[in-house]
Each structure stands twice: as structure tokens, then as C-alpha cells.
């Protein structure tokens, strides 16, 4: 049955990009023939506002440059890490009315998409617009499911940074400048934090509290173990998983009450207003601070979360080309955009990531993103569960109903740990 299905997913993919390919070099060899023509990319993603918008204004000015006849329809959906983005597009996806390219995160995430026939194989774009290369090794292998590659990624961003307000720690009698080898010396500091009045770490709602979880769970574990849980090779009944959800509670303790009211931008607020001490975050915040003319160092600082120090928590966005998109010329013009150099450098200069080229300049961006882009080069690489690179969108949603549940008290650690473990059976 389930063999049928993805046959026909991949016959429907191979037809739709053989239009869609001569759909668009009927139109490209010569630019000043179809320089009336304008078609449309109705192109969906969760970036509405802020930083995010930033980043996806600067790409849509890109596109404009380089192709001008191409009008771009944003079908934008508001919610962080597509909290609310994702459920739209799968109605979008099952009422046979996809977008023409549609965000998603690089990894296991495609993997339903994929398994579903919604979204096309678009290896001949790799090959035409000279891709094989340009991006990391590591980034490709996760890309690629039996050889075939269904997304072209914009960026890499990291999850497992602490964001820090250097004022805040001083005041608390905390050295702005600590470094701290595991999350219960951390932990000791967010008490100090706390007998000052501040918030000692600033959360938001429930996809930044299994953020949150993850990053302990990378801890507790280490890169190896904690990648394990994705293959099946650790077991989430552990007492290191358990381990890791005592630290999680304790960490929850010390954030703010109001939590499950704010979206990442409103939590990374608190530490930029001096009103807490910590934020846990994927570095999109580091735009948020800059464009709010922020000072890295200075107004504000950041470390890798205790104990993770040298491992990379990984996830890129990447975009695809939907199955029956309805306007595939437009698609690839997109797609094209995004993996130019120029589209690449505009939009992560904005965003806060890096770019997932490898030929781009370093030294184009900030003193930040030029560390990430060094540990990105030499750390170990793990995938985000938070940012859909180490489980698919089924298991993932099941673990925040279980972090949700457990945050607000629903359940206790051991029903959380079991929780965990069905989740992934
Ligand atoms: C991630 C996404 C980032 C950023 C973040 C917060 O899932 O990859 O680009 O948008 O969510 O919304």
C-alpha cells in the first residue's frame, strides 16, 4: 500500500518537474523576449514580522533583481518555527491547493512530505544551477533521501545558544564573562539571578520550551547520545534522559510565568530590555537584538548552552517545489534566488544564520556570525528537534504535547519520560 503510494507520489514529482523545467527555459534564454511576461510565486513561509520579515524582505529584493518579471506573492503565516504555519500548509497540501514553494526545515521533517508525493525531486536544479558543491557535505546528506534532494536551503542557523544581558548579570553579582561547564553550575547562577528580583531565564511558549528540553537533553547526553535518540541507538528511558528532565524542570522553574503567552521575539525581549538575565534561542535572535541596535559584547553577549560547548545544534530553512505547484516558472525563479550567492548573503546578513553556501564571505557579516560560521567548520553537528532536522513533524508534535503537558503540570517527570518514550515508538 504504502509501496503504490510513494510510487505514484514520485511518477506525479518526475512529471510535474519535467513541466516545470520546460515550462521555465521556454521563458529564461532570452530575458529580453519575456521581459512583459509576469508570472507569479505565491511563496509560503512563517515570517511575518521583525527580524524574520527583515530576512524575507531582503531575498524578495534580491528576486526582484534578478528576475524582474517574476511577481511575488507572499502567503506568509504568522506563528515561530511555523507553529501555526505548518497545520495551513498541510490543509493547503491535502485540498490539492499547494503554494509554489513552501518553507520547510532541512532533514527528517521533508521526510512526510516526501513519503506523501508532495513535493517535487529537484536534483536537475542542483545540477543546473551548479548546487553539488556550493553547499557543506554534511548539509546535502541531510537533504538527500535515496539519493534524491527535495529543497534547497537559505540558511543554517544554531539552537543551542544562550543569549545573555551583561547588566543583568552584574547587578545579580554574576561575572557577565562566566563560563559554565554543565547546566548545574548554570543553574546556580539563575539562583543568584533570581534573589536580585530579575527573571532569571526568559521563556516562551511551547516550541521554545522543547527548544529548551532539547538543548539539555545535548547536555546530559552529548552529541553522540543525544543524536542516538533519533536512530533508535539511545534509550529514552535512560536515567540520563531522566537526568536531563529533572535539569528541564529546574530550568523551567526559574523563567517567567507567563511563558506559554510569548512568542520567541517577546521572550528574547526580556533580556534586551535588562528585564532577564538568560534567553535560550536559536541565533535568529541575534538579528532581533542588531536591528534593534544592540551592541554584541556590549548590551548583550552569548555562549553555547553548558555543556555543549563544540557541538553545533543544527537546522536550516530550506524551500521546496510543491507537487502541482501552479506556477512552477515563478517556483524556480525563487529557488534560484535563494541559492545565489547574492540572495544567500542579503537574507542571512538580516536573519542572523549563515549562510549555507560555503563560498560566501565571511567577513560580510557580524562579529556573531562570524564565530558561527568558524563553529560551524569545526564543531560536531547535531540536529534540531525543535526545527524539524532530527524527527518528522508526527514524532516532533507528539514530543511537545508531552513537553506542553509536563510544563504545565499535567503530568509528573516519570509520566513525561514515558510520554517521551511512546512518542517515538
Ligand atoms: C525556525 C526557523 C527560523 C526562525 C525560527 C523562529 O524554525 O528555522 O528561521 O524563523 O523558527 O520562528
Not at 337 to 342: G, K
Request: proline share 4%.
Amino acid at each position: 500500500m504504502r509501496r503504490g503510494l510513494s510510487l505514484s507520489g514520485a511518477a506525479v514529482a518526475l512529471v510535474g518537474l519535467a513541466l516545470s523545467l520546460g515550462a521555465c527555459s521556454s521563458s529564461s534564454g532570452d530575458s529580453s523576449n519575456s521581459a512583459q511576461t509576469t508570472v507569479e510565486t505565491e511563496v509560503f513561509t512563517w515570517w511575518a514580522e521583525g527580524s524574520e520579515k527583515a530576512g524575507l524582505d531582503a531575498l524578495i529584493a534580491v528576486m526582484k533583481t534578478q528576475h524582474p518579471t517574476v511577481e511575488f506573492v507572499n502567503a506568509t503565516v504568522a506563528g515561530g518555527a511555523g507553529s501555526n504555519a505548518k497545520d495551513v500548509l498541510n490543509d493547503r497540501l491535502l485540498a490539492n491547493d499547494p503554494p509554489d514553494s513552501f518553507q520547510a526545515h532541512a532533514g527528517a521533517e521533508l521526510t512526510d512530505y516526501i513519503k506523501n508525493g508532495q513535493v517535487q525531486d529537484l536534483s536537475a536544479l542542483y545540477d543546473e544551477f551548479g548546487l553539488r558543491n556550493a553547499f557543506p557535505k554534511d548539509l546535502i546528506d541531510r537533504l538527500t533521501v535515496k539519493g534524491r534532494i527535495y529543497s534547497i536551503p537559505a540558511n543554517i542557523h544554531r539552537a543551542n545558544v544562550v543569549w545573555a544581558n551583561p547588566a543583568v548579570l552584574k547587578d545579580a553579582g554574576v561575572d557577565p564573562k562566566a563560563t559554565y561547564a554543565t547546566i548545574d553550575d548554570w543553574i546556580a547562577a539563575l539562583a543568584k539571578v533570581k534573589k536580585s528580583g530579575k527573571i532569571p531565564l526568559s521563556l516562551g511558549t511551547t516550541w521554545t520550551q522543547v527548544q529548551l528540553f532539547e538543548v539539555v537533553l545535548l547536555s546530559e547526553l552529548g552529541a553522540k547520545d543525544y543524536s542516538g535518540l533519533w536512530d533508535g541507538s539511545t534509550d529514552w528511558a535512560g536515567s540520563d534522559v531522566t537526568k536531563a528532565i529533572t535539569d528541564f524542570q529546574t530550568l523551567v522553574s526559574y523563567s517567567n510565568d507567563d511563558r506559554d503567552d510569548l512568542e520567541w521575539p517577546a521572550a528574547a525581549l526580556l533580556v534586551e530590555k535588562g528585564e532577564a538575565a538568560f534567553n535560550v534561542m536559536g541565533d535568529w535572535a541575534v538579528a532581533q537584538f542588531e536591528a534593534d541596535g544592540k551592541k554584541y559584547g556590549t548590551d548583550f553577549t552569548s555562549f553555547p548552552v553548558p555543556g555543549t560547548d563544540g557541538v553545533f545544534d543544527f537546522l536550516a530553512d530550506s524551500f521546496t517545489l510543491p507537487v502541482g505547484a501552479p506556477h512552477p516558472e515563478g517556483a524556480k525563479a525563487w529557488l534560484e534566488t535563494i541559492a545565489s550567492p547574492e540572495g544567500q548573503l542579503a537574507f542571512n546578513k538580516a536573519k542572523g544564520s549563515i549562510p549555507a553556501r560555503t563560498d560566501a564571505d565571511a567577513t560580510q557579516f557580524s562579529v556573531y556570525q562570524q564565530s558561527a560560521i568558524k563553529d560551524f567548520a569545526s564543531d560536531e553537528i547535531v540536529s534540531s528537534l525543535a526545527h524539524g532536522a532530527a524527527a518528522s513533524t508526527t514524532v516532533s508534535n507528539k514530543i511537545g504535547e508531552a513537553v506542553a503537558d509536563f510544563v504545565s503540570g499535567k503530568t509528573d517527570s516519570a509520566k513525561f519520560q514515558a510520554a517521551l518514550v511512546a512518542s517515538v515508538a
